[in-house]
């Protein structure tokens, strides 16, 4: 059984070991602490591995991550593939991985690492640009390869080759003397999980779920889905459906949602402690479940009760005034952990 729940939301649980990953480096470097792997790595990659060819090989290797390239490829993407989902999607992702990837430096503000570069480099450090662009843009286009391509060999050998660049690019980084290796890893994992919810919200947009929306259609299909959503295997996914359609029809969730963000990032720039962490997050869980639970009651009396009436309001009444207390108590702890830190 453990192991059928894990075939299925494997996704979810790599992202989640991702951000855990990106965390605990985060940790570190907000205290200003030397990162071990780091000096590992430094030890081992800038004091013995660095010569004159493997130079000039890095260079090139890391320019294939350069901005001109990844614009001339997504270019090329919209001018010369038919189907013009697909180059639409490859320019948002290179456009949407590259401002996240500034807005978390803006956030972090590392220092890049001194005295040993072999290229001129500015901006911030965490994470590393090139690593984290990379492995969002070639990523997406392995996944692209995978779904549509229908030649195996052509399909393997492209995305053999792109997933042995991506990595390439991250140490190239490393050896150039222009981000930690603490850096690069985090900018992978940070992608692994954009990766993730970007190909999840594209599917739709490139028709790569055909197969699974005419199966929704089938009625015996619809009888056999009805059944498996009493099994403890797919819990997981019905439940992330069920938020991926309270996100949809419902504005205050969106709110929630976006003033979770906020705060998360009011967290890190202010340094909240860890018991002011744990407080954010069960108010974050308080707040958002009762929006669904509110979103719930009121699509069961709607209905239940299609009609106007009375007790039906009641109901619904009651159900959103819980969430508003929620939220309000929220906002007060809120002020009360951010304003001495704000005019302390």
Not at 116 to 134: N, T, W
Not at 169 to 175: D, E, L
Request: charged fraction near 20%; proline fraction near 2%.
């Amino acid at each position: 059984m453990l192991k059928r729940i894990v075939e299925k939301n494997y996704k979810w649980i790599i992202a989640f070991l991702c951000l855990i990953i990106v965390l605990m480096m985060l940790e570190d470097i907000f205290e200003n602490e030397q990162v071990t792997l780091d000096m590992v790595v430094y030890r081992l990659v800038i004091l013995n591995l660095r010569s004159e060819p493997l130079t000039i090989i890095m260079k090139v290797i890391t320019n294939l991550s350069s901005a001109y390239v990844l614009i001339a490829i997504a270019i090329g993407t919209l001018l010369f593939i038919k189907n013009k989902k697909v180059g639409v999607c490859v320019t948002s992702n290179l456009v949407i991985a590259t401002l996240l990837n500034q807005l978390l430096k803006y956030i972090i503000q590392r220092p890049r690492p001194e005295g040993y570069r072999l290229i001129a480099e500015s901006g911030y450090s965490f994470p590393s640009g090139h690593s984290m662009v990379s492995m969002a843009f070639y990523g997406f286009i392995i996944y692209l390869i995978w779904k549509m391509v229908k030649n195996k060999r052509i399909k393997y050998v492209a995305c053999g080759i792109l997933g042995f660049l991506i990595p390439m690019i991250g140490f190239s980084r490393i050896y150039l003397g222009v981000h930690y290796a603490s850096d690069v890893i985090g900018g992978f994992a940070i992608s692994i999980v954009y990766l993730l919810l970007f190909t999840n919200m594209t599917r739709s947009i490139l028709q790569l779920e055909k197969e699974k929306k005419n199966i929704m259609k089938n009625k015996r299909k619809m009888v056999e889905l009805r059944r498996k959503r009493k099994k403890l295997r797919n819990s997981f996914k019905y439940a992330f459906q069920g938020i991926e359609e309270a996100w949809k029809t419902e504005q205050n969730l969106k709110i929630h949602f976006m003033i979770m963000a906020l705060v998360i990032i009011a967290g890190f720039i202010f340094k909240i402690s860890l018991i002011e962490w744990m407080v954010c997050l069960l108010l974050f869980a308080i707040v958002i479940s009762l929006e669904l639970i509110n979103t719930a009651i009121e699509t069961t009396v709607d209905i239940a009760m299609p009609e106007i009436n009375e007790k039906a309001k009641y109901a619904k009444d009651i159900a959103a005034g819980a969430v508003l207390f929620s939220a309000m108590i929220s906002i007060i702890i809120g002020l009360i952990i951010f304003l001495p830190k704000i005019f302390g």
